[in-house]
């Protein structure tokens, strides 16, 4: 009886490691994998930070013409958006052609003085940015997975710097 036990013991320890050799593979691949998640999740958080700098600063670059808030530059109305595209390619990590996976277009109508004041949800005048970037994985490219696409919005609103 002891001669059976014994020989049960190392058949059990035999067969832990055999599995625990046939599973280190798919534990390698896991935690690869969730590298490639967490790495595409940071690059998506920079290019947020990015895009949201690039509309800040470039939503409340205006001046005024017959009473209403515009954006951009006297005579120029698309500066605003062309140097929201520009400060949000220069910044945060890009794979690629920036310029042209980025698309930054006005949202609403000009406002008056006296509509700046009132609240947001009443209407709107702003920049709205979406970006669409291509990152190249690590270990997803394993199965079959190349690259991960990431799409980036957001927008900003004229608004006073106090009411």
Known sequence: ???????????K???????????????FAMVGFAFDFARAGYIRSQLLGSADTALQST?????????QVRMGR????GYSQREAARLYCANGPHF????????VSVVGTPLTLAELCQPLGVRRYGLALR???TIPTIFLGII???????????SASVRPRSC
């Open 144 to 154: 079959g997975q190349p690259t991960i696409t990431l799409e980036i919005e957001t």
């Open 1 to 11: 009886m002891r001669g059976f036990r014994k020989k049960l013991k190392e058949e």
């Open 59 to 67: 939503t409340n670059m205006g001046y005024i013409d017959n009473g």
């Open 74 to 77: 006297p005579g120029d109305p």
């Open 131 to 133: 970006a669409t970037e």
């Open 13 to 27: 320890g035999f067969a832990t490691a055999v599995l625990a050799i046939a599973l280190l593979p798919i534990v």
């Open 96 to 103: 690629g052609e920036c310029a042209s996976n980025t698309i």
